[in-house]
């Protein structure tokens, strides 16, 4: 595993010292073919399970060593999370592997001082595991809830007075739980039970997704790459949730759409879908690499009526001033309803993040508002489950321009539901969490 061990801690040290994103960096480095299928799968589980483990493992440690954490060599820091997280996490892994491996690395990246430091660490939280017991007891359950579910305790305190303890539990429980894969149907080259045919004769385990008809969950799987239902364009990589959406907004054919914060357009091309091909959809971004891997699926799907455009979504009222049909706000968020998807996203968050982003996504709705001519359909959503961002800026730019009227989203669902603006919930709904919104103007 030497090799395997190397791979994953410059993954795990790009994430932590360059802001890396995990499934990226490891993304990048499997496809350089050069691991076999058993240490890919070490690798992998290795990554995901050190990054999201946070500020945990890093407690651990801190109840092995005798100065602070800053103070310790990056790569070092590292080299002790990977090896903590295998003697506790991974319990099929020899302890002299991991102690020794981990000496072996620290002699690579340091010196002989830094590797007695990493080798002394290790196997003294192997004869004395007890020193590494979470705090438990009266005063401790937010503490401990915290650590055992690897989130940082600052969110899990927020959702505890929000939802209550087991509910939290719930939701941590879920953020720390293998995604599924999820498809929607192409409806422009084939049918779901069309597509359910020849993903299993590919040898693909699959099922009907609950919320949508497009939905297909993949359960097991190879390589995307290899897939050649995707490769050509009969379906496309979108959580059953994010689905929803383009439902609420139900395009036209013939009709102009704004897709304001598009990237990576799976919203954009769901719509493109639902319309027929038929019309014209503005997929905006601010970043043109994000319009072109909008476009190459657009392409790849056979769609032709999505034009990019670079633009700040807080100007595109100045392009088409009350011209849009149907305008949709994805907006950026903190993204809380998807930290099982991004291993690393979790330690990112912040208290002040939280306070930052709804003034940002009022700028944008208000703008994208302003494209929308009279009689049409404002839809905004998120993937996150804080009211702050959600609720409140819904109800914050109905007040601002007495223009709009709140739309029921609920029962423009495929399968309608009760609520005005609808609100998944991971731990209730057992998918990402996710926000939407529809407002007709007057």
Request: proline share 5%; glycine share 8%; net charge neutral.
């Amino acid at each position: 595993m030497d090799k395997a061990r190397n791979r994953a801690l410059k993954i795990i040290n790009a994430v932590h010292e360059q802001s890396a994103y995990a499934n990226v960096a490891l993304a990048k480095e499997l496809r350089k073919g050069e691991l076999g299928d058993l240490d890919r799968r070490f690798v992998t589980e290795l990554v995901y399970g050190t990054v999201k483990a946070g500020d945990t493992l890093d407690w651990i440690i801190r109840q092995y060593i005798n100065r602070p954490m800053s103070k310790v060599e990056p790569i070092i820091r590292d080299i002790l999370r990977m090896g903590v997280y295998q003697l506790r996490y991974m319990d099929k892994i020899p302890v002299s592997a991991v102690c020794n491996e981990s000496v072996e690395l620290a002699k690579q990246y340091g010196h002989v001082g830094l590797s007695k430091f990493v080798n002394g660490v290790l196997r003294t939280m192997v004869r004395e595991p007890e020193r590494g017991n979470f705090p438990e007891g009266k005063g401790k359950a937010t503490t401990y809830l915290a650590l055992t579910q690897q989130h940082p305790e600052w969110l899990v305190r927020r959702w505890i007075k929000e939802f209550g303890y087991e509910e939290t539990e719930k939701l941590c429980e879920f953020n720390n739980s293998q995604p599924a894969l999820t498809v929607r149907t192409n409806t422009l080259k084939t049918s779901p039970s069309e597509l359910m045919l020849q993903l299993v004769a590919a040898g693909v385990d699959c099922e009907r997704a609950s919320l949508t008809n497009e939905g297909i969950i993949i359960k097991g799987h190879g390589s995307l790459d290899s897939l050649q239902v995707l490769q050509e364009g009969y379906c496309q990589v979108q959580d059953e949730s994010s689905m929803l959406v383009a439902h609420v907004v139900d395009p036209q054919p013939n009709e102009l759409i704004l897709d304001v914060c598009s990237a990576p357009g799976g919203k954009a091309t769901h719509l493109a879908a639902l319309m027929n091909n038929q019309g014209r959809i503005i997929a905006g971004d601010i970043y043109q690499h994000k319009l072109d891997r909008i476009m190459d699926n657009a392409e790849r799907l056979g769609i032709n009526i999505i034009e990019p455009m670079l633009i700040d979504a807080r100007e595109i009222w100045q392009e088409f001033p009350q011209q849009a049909d149907r305008v949709l706000v994805d907006a950026p968020c903190s993204g809380l309803g998807v930290l099982r998807r991004k291993p690393d996203s979790r330690w990112r968050k912040s208290k002040e993040l939280l306070r930052e982003l709804p003034k940002l996504q009022l700028q944008i709705l208000k703008s994208a508002g302003a494209a929308v001519k009279p009689g049409g359909l404002l839809v905004y959503s998120t993937c996150t489950i804080t009211h702050e961002e959600n609720q409140d800026v819904v109800r914050a730019f109905l007040k601002m321009t007495g223009e709009f009227t709140l739309v029921h989203a609920g029962q423009r669902l495929p399968i309608p539901r009760a609520d005005e603006m609808v609100q998944l919930y991971p731990q209730r709904d057992g998918t990402d969490g996710f926000f939407i919104a529809c407002m007709r103007r007057k």
